[in-house]
Each structure stands twice: as C-alpha cells, then as structure tokens.
C-alpha cells in the first residue's frame, strides 16, 4: 500500500543555518517532495542566531545543493524549487523570549507545527519550556504541535533522567521524538520483516541456535575538527546508548503484538531494561576503552588524538570502546552481545554478525573434512552498503568430502534505487504522520544509560589512559582478548558482502 501525503505542516528549525540542515534535512525533505510525500502544504520556518531573512537562508542552501550536484549554474530541481518558495527565515537568542513570540507570530494559532532541535544539547530544555509557556506546544481542535530531539540526550543517566524529567513536565511523552539517525536506514527498518516475516529465522532467533551477537560501528575519520566536542563526549557517550543499543533492540526485541508504535516501543524498551548492569569488577572485565595513536591514514599522517586540536594533552577521552553484555531474558539467556565502535578504524562498516552455534564434528570423522566446520552467520549490514548475507557451508567440487564457506547475498542498491536518500526521510516522514515507532522513548533512554552507567563510573575514576591502536587497524590489543578469552573472534568488516570487490567484480 502506497503511503499517504503528509498533513499540513510547518517544520520549525533550530539550528537552520546548520550542518545537519542543509546536508541531511533539506535535502531529505527534498526527495519527499519528490516522492510527492509532502506537498505544498509543507512550509520551512528557520530559526538561527545569525542576522538575515528568508533569502539569506535559501541562498545558504542553494551554494550547498549546487555544491552537492558538482554543477555550476545547478540544474533546475522542480522540486527544490517548489519547496525553497516556502522557506523562511528569523534569527534570535534561543534563550530569549523574542524569538518565541515571532515563532507564534508566524505560525498563528491553528497551524500543525513539528520543532526540530538541530542544536546544541544544551538548549533542549530551555527550547522546549519557551516553546510551552508562548503556548507554543499546547495541541487543540486537531491541531499537533510536535518536538524533535538530536542525540546526545543526556551524558549520563542521571542528566538523562534530568532532561526527560525537564521536558515531560512540560509536554506530553506524545510530543517527544527523540532521534536516532541509524534507525532510518533501510537495513534497521527492515529487521523485524526479516525477523518476523519469515519463519525460518524467526525460529532459531534464540540461545539454543545462536551462539553470539557482533555489533559494529566502525568509522574511517579521525576525530578531526571535532576536539572540544569528542573530548567532552567520548565513543561510548557517543555511540552505544543511543546508535548500538537501538540496533541491539531491534536484533533482540520480542515479536510485538502489532506493529503499532507504543507495542513495538515497549518490546524494545523491555530489552533494554533487560541489560545486566554490571558490578564495578563485572565492568572491569566486559569492558575496554582505546585511543588512537599518531600513524598513516588516508594517504596522511594523523597525530595522536591527545595531540589533537582543542584535545588536552592528558586526555583520558577513548576514541574506541569494546563491551560484552547480556539481555538477560528467556530468549537470550547466556546469549553475549559484543559491541564495538570507533574511530580512525579500518573501515567505515556499521554491521551486526548473528552467529549461529557450531555444527557438530562427529558426522564428518570419517571424511577428508580435517577442520572444524565455520558456524553459520547471519550479516546485516547497516552501512554504506545497505543489505544481508547468509553465509553457509557447502561441498567444494570433487571426489572428496570437503566444505567451503559461501555466502547468499542481497543488497539493497541491486534491487531498489537508494542511493540518493539520507536516512532522515523516513524520520521526517513519521514525525509528521505522528508514528513514533522509530523514535526512543524515556523509560528506554534512561535504560541504556543505565547498562553503560558502570563503566562510566570506572573509567571516571580510573587514572590510566586508554590503550593505544594505530590508526588504520580494528582497535586496540585488549578488544580482540576482550572477545578471544571466549574462544571467539571477531568478525572481519565486510567481509561477506564486499568479496566479490576483492575479485575485481
């Protein structure tokens, strides 16, 4: 079933004259244009500090999207062209009063309205209570008013706890979405159809035929321009609570009882709930944090992170974290997921690895087979290259009795045009229909915060600096003990879906 346009709607941007809005909302708002998902009713209001009007903002956004298509005059878009007419622009102090009563004056009193916080995280709580006491959020007759959230939210599960308790006392869990870029990539939407739509692995989606969860965020850029932030933040502030554990939900979730948002929400916040929240010397063990080095990457040379700019020279700031945790449910009971990400690594790879236990040697004693049969796994890969991979055992060819790992592989850019969306389309799309379905929730935010809270606490009082990797490699020593101490190793990126690269195909 084809989905229907979006009702009438003003989007309001925080942060407009941003990086996030003009390299991923735009042009997502774009290709819903295009898909005629949004029409004319769809109306931009954008809100920055930075002195200017309406055209002010839609020459910034033409320079970025001429930019972007590498032509010079751009060629004409009828569907940026219909949408930069309703594109308008007001600066002002987020903190002030000023610019809330120019929001309302714009909006009037019966227009839906969706606030979207491109902002820094510190302001999330001041927009929102001015937002609320200029009547901005209150919802009559029909009419919504909405507020998108960009992670990070919260640092910690107390300030996490903090901000919900902020905002949730002025508008209702209803009004809240709380992004996660990674759950609008197509891969993620599509595991719980994979899950649930298919029998076949719905029924061994559990500890007595799965051995082991990987889930990887691997990134190829170094921290870059981005110090100040990353040395305040971190690659376990900054990735597991929000991007890894969404995607372990979705990987660990109990089939809903429909597919409406609060059913699908509540299995996922079950399993969140579900963590093991480990003792200081549990988080000891399950746990390791690693810095990168000065080495080659790219082509160039990269300086130590410590020797970063806007970095302190004695930062204790990882750049790499690796943890073992356990859902502990009926489903997954004895079941460890491995997390890792980081930066400077080998590849830009955000995959999960389902492995599936070990078939047993006895059948093929007799035969020429001399090594241990490789499990079955299952390869979802969440980016760049959107699909999955089945790897099996069959017969190579011969006289012999001997097996060969080969892969059945599908993806995404094979069968369906992809390559020109952002993963935000679906986020926008939603938040205007009101399906909060892939949007966190509070109870499943602070559930998160409280599975890493541990190790938080231990590095915070930990006077060692984290292991050093060299930039270029998957991470530090201690990640690969982390997982081999359980005769387990990790798994290769990419490995699966990008072999027939290697042959030059």
Same mark, same amino acid.
């Given at each position: 079933m084809d989905a229907a346009p979006t009702p009438p709607v003003t989007l309001v941007i925080f942060g407009a004259t941003g990086d996030l809005t003009r390299r991923l909302l735009v042009p997502a708002i774009i290709n819903l244009t295009r898909s005629r998902l949004v029409g004319d009713d769809l109306h931009i209001l954008g809100i920055g500090i930075e002195p200017g009007d309406d055209e002010f903002l839609r020459g910034r956004l033409d320079q970025f999207l001429n930019h972007l298509s590498g032509e010079e005059p751009r060629v004409k878009d009828e569907a940026w062209e219909s949408l930069r007419r309703r594109i308008s622009y007001t600066s002002g102090d987020f903190t002030k009063d000023d610019i809330f009563v120019e929001i309302g004056k714009r909006l009037g009193p019966?227009?839906?309205?969706?606030?979207?916080?491109?902002?820094?995280?510190?302001?999330?709580?001041?927009?929102?209570?001015?937002?609320?006491?200029?009547?901005? #959020?209150?919802?009559?007759?029909?009419?919504?008013?909405?507020?998108?959230?960009?992670?990070?939210?919260?640092?910690?599960? @107390?300030?996490?706890?903090?901000?919900?308790?902020?905002?949730?006392?002025?508008?209702?869990?209803?009004?809240v979405y709380?992004?996660?870029? =990674?759950?609008?990539?197509?891969?993620?939407?599509?595991?719980?159809?994979?899950? =649930? @739509?298919?029998?076949?692995?719905?029924?061994?989606?559990?500890?007595?035929?799965?051995?082991?969860v990987q889930i990887t965020a691997a990134e190829i850029v170094d921290v870059g321009s981005r110090g100040k932030f990353y040395d305040a933040t971190g690659a376990l502030r900054d990735m597991v609570p929000n991007h890894l554990f969404q995607l372990l939900a979705m990987i660990a979730m109990e089939p809903p009882n429909s597919f409406d948002a609060e059913a699908i929400r509540n299995? %996922?916040? %079950?399993?969140?709930?579900?963590?093991?929240?480990?003792?200081?010397?549990?988080? %000891? #063990?399950?746990?390791?944090?690693?810095?990168?080095?000065?080495?080659?990457?790219?082509?160039?040379?990269?300086?130590?992170?410590?020797?970063?700019?806007?970095?302190?020279? *004695?930062?204790?700031?990882?750049?790499?974290?690796?943890?073992?945790?356990?859902?502990?449910?009926?489903?997954?009971?004895?079941?460890? =997921?491995?997390?890792?990400?980081?930066? @400077?690594?080998?590849?830009?790879? #955000?995959?999960?690895?389902?492995?599936?236990?070990?078939?047993? =040697?006895?059948?093929?004693?007799?035969?020429?087979?001399?090594?241990?049969?490789?499990?079955?796994?299952?390869?979802?890969?969440?980016?760049? *290259?959107?699909?999955?991979?089945?790897?099996?055992?069959?017969?190579s060819p011969g006289l012999s009795v001997d097996t060969v790992p080969v892969s059945l592989d599908?993806?995404?850019?094979?069968?369906?045009?992809?390559?020109?969306?952002?993963?935000?389309?679906?986020?926008?799309?939603?938040?205007f229909i009101g399906d909060q379905t892939l949007f966190q929730r509070a109870d499943g935010i602070e559930a998160g915060w409280a599975a890493v809270q541990p190790f938080l606490d231990i590095w915070a009082r930990d006077q060692s600096v984290p292991d050093a990797y060299a930039p270029g490699s998957m991470g530090p020593a201690s990640a690969d003990e982390l997982i081999q101490r359980d005769r387990r190793e990790w798994h290769e990126l990419g490995v699966i879906l990008h072999h027939d690269k290697k042959d030059g195909k």
């Open positions: 019966n227009a839906n309205a969706a606030f979207y916080l491109a902002v820094p995280p510190s302001f999330f709580g001041t927009i929102v209570e001015k937002l609320a006491a200029h009547g901005l #959020t209150d919802e009559s007759d029909g009419i919504f008013r909405r507020v998108a959230i960009e992670k990070p939210f919260g640092t910690d599960l @107390a300030s996490a706890q903090a901000l919900n308790a902020q905002i949730l006392a002025q508008i209702e869990e209803s009004q709380r992004l996660d870029h =990674f759950l609008g990539k197509e891969t993620v939407q599509n595991l719980m159809t994979a899950r =649930f @739509a298919n029998m076949m692995i719905e029924s061994l989606w559990n500890s007595r035929y799965i051995d082991h299995e %996922k916040s %079950k399993v969140l709930k579900a963590l093991r929240i480990y003792t200081p010397e549990e988080a %000891k #063990t399950h746990g390791v944090r690693g810095a990168y080095a000065a080495g080659p990457l790219n082509g160039a040379e990269l300086p130590a992170y410590r020797n970063t700019k806007d970095v302190s020279p *004695d930062s204790r700031t990882e750049t790499f974290v690796a943890l073992k945790l356990y859902a502990d449910t009926w489903r997954w009971a004895g079941v460890p =997921f491995y997390l890792r990400t980081g930066k @400077a690594l080998t590849a830009r790879d #955000t995959e999960i690895v389902i492995t599936f236990q070990p078939v047993p =040697f006895a059948q093929f004693r007799e035969t020429d087979v001399k090594r241990r049969l490789p499990p079955n796994r299952l390869v979802i890969q969440v980016q760049p *290259d959107e699909g999955m991979s089945m790897e099996i055992s069959i017969k599908f993806r995404y850019a094979d069968k369906f045009d992809i390559a020109k969306t952002t993963g935000y389309e679906s986020l926008l799309y939603d938040l």
